[in-house]
């Protein structure tokens, strides 16, 4: 901690609102970025911290990277925006081509928007446009899980007044009924998928017996439950939930907001866990966290089947957004799948995580910590709570920022994601930190 004085009270104000923060207690106690390099961000004081969580799972080649922010600049001074409705650019066809190379195959119809929020939002309408396109609209219902984050967005479909708007994803708000989530009190502290838990998949057939299968759209599930504090997947579950997707024709939609770009060894988990889904979200590290922008992608048959049942020069797919495949976006983009695939960062990634995860379980027997998870390059440590439930671990990530650590809390849990292609001794340095801050707690 250095004893510099910051300058954040002469710039706060009262108008900036911010996002799942408790802004009072923030203008109190002000933490507040102003540069980043590599592995580290500075505050304001002119402290070093260390990204322990690559931003918000965005910056996976660590920050500042020049070869990105020098293609959005060329490319802003070439062309700074064009609108994706009746027009494009030649980067956006780029982006979808490179991103379909580190795809599952077929899954190669790329669908362009700027948030994970929306990527789910879009995921849903193709799979209501799908089955509508297949004369099976009664399939309107989603299935998703407990403890699952999929943005913040509730469809703006229930909100619209425009008809075109609505038809094609009639029901309105999409009805969802929910899987149980995975945590099991018997697999505290496997480290990688736990032994025990792939029954929990059969939630769903009691799902399909109770709703009819005849009635459920998609199944969508995160690989690894992210925000929620790092639920890796029983053994076997996910390929359970695959077979029974495919036992009643439902679409299995894989929010691979988190997981994408190597954070599990592959570039996309549903390869690291050899699953195949029909749809997948993507986001965060899509631009290194540079520039908003995600896709969801499309399985072909799905997307033949939207586009052929509509007429001669007749709108698809009534849905997109001003800033979908926004030039600059795709410039970044493209930097970073350049840079993804020049410096391996997926196998460094991987390579790494063996270390990571050696130090993150050793974490164990320090009294506080309750429960240990990890997988890959992502990890969640759960904090026994105080009187007041995540009291501890809103205090805990606001003492790690002190003591140069940046990491994300939900709830009292601490979740870490490494930047991929950092190294041991940025490994030694983050758990020094942790391990030190976690002792000092009674
Ligand atoms: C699995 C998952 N889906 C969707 C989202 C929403 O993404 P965004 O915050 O970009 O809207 C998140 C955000 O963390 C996420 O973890």
Request: charged share 20%.
């Amino acid at each position: 901690m250095s004893n510099n004085q910051k300058y954040s009270s002469h710039i706060l104000n009262d108008n900036f609102w911010l996002p799942f923060t408790p802004n009072g207690d923030f203008r109190l106690d002000p933490k507040l970025f102003t540069q980043a390099d590599k592995f580290y961000y500075q505050d304001d004081a002119g402290n070093r911290i260390l990204d322990g969580v690559s931003g918000l799972f965005t910056s996976a080649l660590g920050h500042r990277r020049q070869a990105i922010s020098d293609a959005i600049y060329q490319q802003l001074m070439t062309l700074d925006y064009t609108p994706s409705f009746y027009r494009s650019h030649p980067l956006a066809f780029e982006t979808a081509k490179e991103l379909a190379k580190i795809l599952p195959p077929q899954l190669d119809r790329l669908f362009f928007v700027n948030s994970g929020s929306e990527a789910i939002d879009s995921a849903l309408k193709v799979a209501l446009a799908y089955q509508r396109a297949r004369k099976q609209s009664s399939r309107t219902l989603f299935i998703s899980r407990e403890r699952a984050y999929h943005g913040v967005n509730f469809g703006g479909v229930a909100l619209s007044g425009l008809t075109n708007n609505r038809r094609q994803f009639a029901g309105s708000w999409p009805q969802v009924v929910h899987l149980r989530h995975t945590w099991l009190e018997e697999n505290r502290f496997q480290r990688g998928q736990p032994q025990s838990g792939d029954y929990l998949a059969d939630d769903l057939q009691r799902l399909v017996e109770l709703h009819g299968a005849e009635n459920i759209a998609a199944c969508v599930i995160e690989p690894i439950a992210g925000s929620t504090g790092v639920l890796v997947p029983p053994k076997g579950y996910l390929e359970r939930i695959r077979l029974l997707c495919d036992r009643y024709d439902i679409l299995l939609i894989m929010d691979e907001v988190i997981c994408g770009f190597g954070r599990t060894g592959k570039a996309f988990a549903s390869q690291t866990f050899a699953i195949r889904p029909d749809i997948i979200t993507l986001a965060k590290a899509l631009t290194n966290g540079t520039q908003p922008m995600a896709a969801v992608a499309v399985d072909r048959r799905i997307y033949d089947c939207i586009v052929n049942a509509a007429g001669e020069q007749e709108i698809e797919f009534f849905h997109g957004y001003t800033w979908s495949a926004h030039p600059a976006a795709c410039a970044a983009a493209l930097a970073t799948l350049r840079l993804y695939q020049e410096e391996n960062t997926f196998a460094n990634g991987e390579k790494l995580s063996p270390y990571f995860l050696d130090n993150l379980f050793e974490l164990q027997g320090i009294p506080i910590i309750s429960d240990i998870r990890g997988f890959g390059l992502l990890g969640g440590i759960e904090l026994q709570p105080t009187e007041k439930p995540g009291q501890r671990g809103y205090q805990l990530q606001k003492k790690l920022f002190e003591r140069g650590l940046h990491l994300k809390s939900t709830g009292d849990t601490l979740i870490l994601a490494p930047i991929l292609s950092a190294d041991p001794a940025y490994i030694d340095e983050l758990f020094s930190i942790l391990r030190q801050v976690l002792s000092e707690e009674k």
